[in-house]
């Protein structure tokens, strides 16, 4: 094992907060923050299961704009709920901008939609397309529902 090799594992066994997984604390009903060990993250405060445990949290509160969304889209357009559902597509990142080794601004879109639930795939209507903020500055990650816009691109 090489010097340089054996100090780095010492230091990371030695700092294991730096790796900690931090408590969401939620600010209002579409903004919650997070305080990371590492004040200079090269993007890692911006990790994946931190902006998961944000969506789950701002889905279970019935004010924030994505679970209005959600529910809107349930009331409104679900033809046949013993046929179809309401669900959420996969977010994607849709706004990249690192600043030093401490500052990263991300955004990340996902839509809702109506699908069928017997696995008919062309049954498949797009309502909403909502946009989360990922933003850290050192050590502090500020997660933010930037906006739930309804869309239907035929009929805009």
Known sequence: MSLRFATLAAAAL????????????MDGHDQGHMIYADTCSNGGNADKP?????????????????????????????????????????WIQTYHLRDGCADNFNSFSAFVYVASTFGNSN????????????????????????????????DQ
Request: aromatic share 6%; glycine share 2%.
């Open 14 to 25: 030695a700092c294991p907060a730096a790796h900690a997984d931090p408590k969401l604390v």
């Open 50 to 90: 931190g902006r998961a445990r944000f969506i789950a949290a701002v889905q279970k509160d019935p004010k924030s704009k994505l679970a209005v969304a959600i529910a809107e889209v349930a009331q409104k357009f679900l033809p046949d709920p013993t046929r179809y559902e309401v669900t959420l597509s996969d």
């Open 123 to 154: 049954e498949l209507w797009t309502r909403y397309v909502v946009t989360i903020d990922d933003d850290v500055t050192a050590e502090r990650r500020t997660l933010t529902v930037r906006s739930a816009v309804p869309l239907d691109v035929r």
